[in-house]
């Protein structure tokens, strides 16, 4: 009988089951996905889309966080947040987050718990963050709802400091690894 992975937590009752916090910390990179409770639609907007932004906004301020990309969908949300520094905390940016977030969504509401990839070791080299932040990107356009991601309104980046970046750029990698290197307290 294989031992059971030491790196996870046991789980609660009727909840995912999480790493140890420490996953979440300093340079971490993790690809969280929210999904609306029944994965009802409707709620996506212009409005929401940029008062999501905000509240997004704020939570990485605090945790010292930086968002590569974002993508909002009809019925769930996927980000990609990578720590900045070795006070940066994920598990206390996607709580501020969600609550912030579940605020303006009224009377839609996401599910009790986001899922969550954390890329470990190699996963966190610029070439895989590049395939998540693909896999990301192309949300939109394997369910359907655009021919080319860069025809998604409801995709973006929030760096703090960094308004302009935007994953359709050309030079988005380029830019976005420069801003990295500049802001980086590790």
């Known amino acids: 009988m294989a031992s059971p992975d030491p790196d996870r937590r046991k789980p609660w009752k009727g909840r995912l089951v999480r790493l140890q916090p420490e996953f979440y910390r300093g340079a971490a990179g993790v690809h969280w996905t929210m999904t609306m409770q029944g994965r009802r639609t409707g709620w996506l907007s212009d409005e929401l889309h940029l008062?999501?932004?905000?509240?997004?906004?704020h939570a990485l301020c605090r945790q010292r966080l930086a968002c590569p990309i974002y993508c909002l969908m009809p019925d769930h949300a996927h980000f990609l947040w990578i720590g900045i520094s070795d006070h940066s905390d994920q598990e206390s940016a996607v709580e501020q987050f969600r609550r912030d977030w579940n605020?303006?969504?009224?009377?839609?509401?996401?599910?009790?718990?986001?899922?969550d990839d954390v890329l470990r070791g190699a996963d966190r080299e610029r070439d895989?963050?590049?395939?998540?932040?693909?896999?990301?990107?192309?949300?939109?356009?394997?369910k359907g709802l655009v021919d080319h991601f860069q025809d998604w309104p409801y995709l973006g980046s929030c760096f703090p400091g960094y308004p302009k970046l935007d994953p359709r750029s050309y030079h988005f990698r380029t830019n976005f690894w420069k801003a990295y290197k500049e802001q980086t307290y590790l």
Not at 128 to 142: F, W
């Open 128 to 142: 895989a963050l590049s395939s998540v932040r693909h896999y990301i990107q192309e949300n939109p356009v394997r």
């Open 51 to 57: 008062a999501t932004r905000e509240i997004l906004f």
């Open 103 to 115: 605020r303006i969504l009224s009377p839609f509401v996401l599910e009790r718990q986001p899922f």
